[in-house]
């Protein structure tokens, strides 16, 4: 069966620090794979999603950027955070003709 | 654009009550429409997926419908339970890989 890991659960960073969340599938190939951030009490907003190794495409402007260095991997990453990228970051896959599998999230605090 | 609203955004009802959440979508041209459940602090668990097909879909106490003409799909929970307590969310897919969500309904059970 398909499971999806995401680590760290929770992160404390201060400003200005780098950043590296990862994401990996297990039992599927060729995932969609997906970074959503959510505010607290708001909606999800997507972030970047990959349709394949090195093919990322990024939908908000902003301090982040992903890469996808194999197909079942997915890694989010910062190279100076800003206070204003605390949040609740969640990965997601997705096989062809199904619905999303999230991850079980990482609390980024950034101090 | 896709615009998907979740009413109410709050819900309160003791335990044992049949209830209905309710998911509204501006645009009917979807592929699926996707219900899942948020425990505090916790990832997305996928409770039901609708495809464009269908009309509804069921899972133990869960029954999810979709009414694309209106625009429309509810989560029906029968003989709620403490246990059922979390935030409920809708998510349309439109296809080009996005994925509308709902700021979700927040749902109280009590004992």
């Known amino acids: 069966s398909q499971t999806i890991h995401q680590w760290p659960a929770t992160l404390v960073q201060p400003v200005g620090s780098p950043l590296s969340l990862e994401c990996t599938v297990e039992?599927?190939?060729?995932?969609?794979l997906y970074w959503y951030r959510q505010a607290a009490g708001r909606g999800l907003q997507l972030l970047f999603y990959?349709?394949?190794?090195?093919?990322i495409s990024s939908e908000v402007p902003q301090n982040l950027s992903a890469s996808r260095p194999q197909d079942r991997q997915f890694i989010l990453s910062s190279k100076k955070l800003l206070l204003s990228d605390s949040g609740f970051y969640l990965c997601?896959?997705?096989?062809?003709?199904?619905?999303?599998?999230f991850g079980s999230g990482t609390r980024l605090t950034v101090v | 654009k896709q615009e998907v609203t979740q009413i109410p955004a709050a819900l309160s009802v003791p335990e044992g009550e049949n209830l209905v959440l309710n998911c509204s979508f501006t645009d009917s041209a979807i592929y699926n429409l996707q219900w899942f459940r948020q425990d505090p602090g916790k990832g997305l668990t996928s409770l039901l997926l609708i495809q464009s097909s269908q009309r509804e879909q069921t899972s133990g106490r869960l029954n999810a419908s979709l009414d694309k003409s209106s625009g429309r799909s509810t989560l029906y929970i029968a003989a709620s339970q403490p246990g059922d307590s979390a935030t409920y969310l809708c998510?349309?897919?439109?296809?080009?890989?996005?994925?509308?969500f709902g700021a979700g309904t927040r749902l109280f059970v009590k004992a």
């Open positions: 990959s349709i394949g190794i090195d093919q």
């Open positions: 998510a349309v897919e439109n296809g080009g890989f996005k994925t509308i």
């Open positions: 997601a896959w997705q096989g062809e003709g199904n619905g999303y599998t």
């Open positions: 039992g599927t190939s060729n995932p969609n």
